[in-house]
């Protein structure tokens, strides 16, 4: 009440004057709440909202959304409330207003515009979003993937630093009515996503699929890969990052792995094992030779926590080592997942 009566003395910069957003606010409410908050103006007051409530007529949706907003705005600063929930509002602006205008309000004051925004993100790759979100809140990373289709946010997810997976998914599982302000943040994320994916995307995109291509190609891949090599190096380095992949270790032959394995460093594989796929350390721990396997798992339990900038740092200089082998021709590295038929 007390914001309604601040609107009469203040200047608004949508068109509708402050009497006027006030008056259709208590128009929306309804008669008993509204006779509520009249007893609380000044004389003056009450004759000047009453008189322009009189002569309003044909009220646009967008004029009723300026106000609602305006108010709920106000009243979030002003007062020691956190704020009536969506279901309140449903129930309220149903009776005030009916559905479809209910409807249109509450989607401008509770974001579901985000929706087809977020749509525009499913052409970006699952770990370049889930890089993108690596640092933002847990329950920021939670409401992110709830507005995303299961099959996305289950590969984010899977992308995400292992040990905080858990906390995302019950943050997640733990969401009803979304606070606006938190649908806010999630607005200016989201564009701030869109922003730098519609820069980098397809480029990305672009390096990982040429990379999945020359993986299944037969014949001399060695002399495409250098053919590129002479037309932009830095794009090739790129696509060869994507080609050996960390993931490929877990395909690998045993001969091969035992290779790698003897030419790598125990300490690094215990920096490039953390967070990583299941079937990639047992590949490892499997070929290990008893005794270092016991070694290495010590050294993983020593070696604590780890950023996720270095953890990805080691895994590329291995899979450096893994390639300058395979190109030595040491060892015969499978790119790709092939299909085995018994």
């Not at 929706?115 to 979003?129: E, G, H, I, T």
């Amino acid at each position: 009440m007390a914001d309604l009566n601040n609107n009469l003395d203040q200047h608004d910069e949508q068109g509708l004057s402050p009497v006027e957003q006030a008056a259709i606010v208590l128009l929306s409410i309804g008669e008993e709440p509204a006779a509520a908050v009249l007893r609380c103006l000044s004389r003056e007051e009450l004759l000047e909202v009453t008189q322009v409530m009189s002569r309003m007529s044909g009220i646009k949706v967008e004029e009723v959304k300026t106000a609602m907003q305006t108010f709920f705005d106000d009243y979030r600063q002003q007062s020691g409330v956190h704020g009536a929930s969506r279901s309140f509002l449903k129930r309220s602006l149903d009776l005030a207003l009916g559905g479809d205008i209910a409807n249109t309000v509450l989607n401008s004051i509770y974001g579901d515009e985000l929706r087809p925004k977020m749509a525009r993100l499913q052409w970006a790759s699952p770990k370049w979003l889930a890089d993108y979100i690596a640092n933002e809140h847990v329950q920021m990373q939670a409401v992110f993937l709830a507005f995303l289709p299961p099959a996305l946010a289950g590969q984010i997810l899977d992308a995400l630093p292992l040990e905080g997976r858990d906390l995302v998914l019950l943050n997640m599982a733990r969401l009803d009515e979304i606070d606006r302000d938190l649908l806010l943040e999630l607005d200016e994320l989201v564009n701030r996503c869109l922003s730098s994916f519609d820069s980098q995307s397809t480029s990305v995109e672009g390096v990982r699929q040429v990379a999945e291509i020359l993986n299944r190609l037969p014949g001399n891949r060695a002399q495409i890969v250098e053919l590129l090599r002479a037309h932009d190096p830095e794009v090739v380095e790129q696509i060869e990052m994507q080609m050996y992949d960390f993931l490929i270790l877990s395909t690998q032959t045993e001969v091969t792995l035992t290779r790698i394995i003897e030419e790598v460093p125990l300490e690094q594989w215990a920096i490039a094992l953390k967070g990583a796929e299941p079937a990639i350390r047992d590949a490892v721990l499997k070929t290990m030779p008893k005794r270092q396997a016991q070694a290495f798992e010590d050294m993983m339990r020593r070696a604590g926590p780890v950023p996720m900038s270095r953890i990805e740092a080691t895994r590329q200089e291995i899979m450096a080592t893994v390639k300058a082998l395979a190109d030595a021709g040491e060892v015969e590295v499978q790119l790709f997942a092939e299909t085995v038929i018994e």
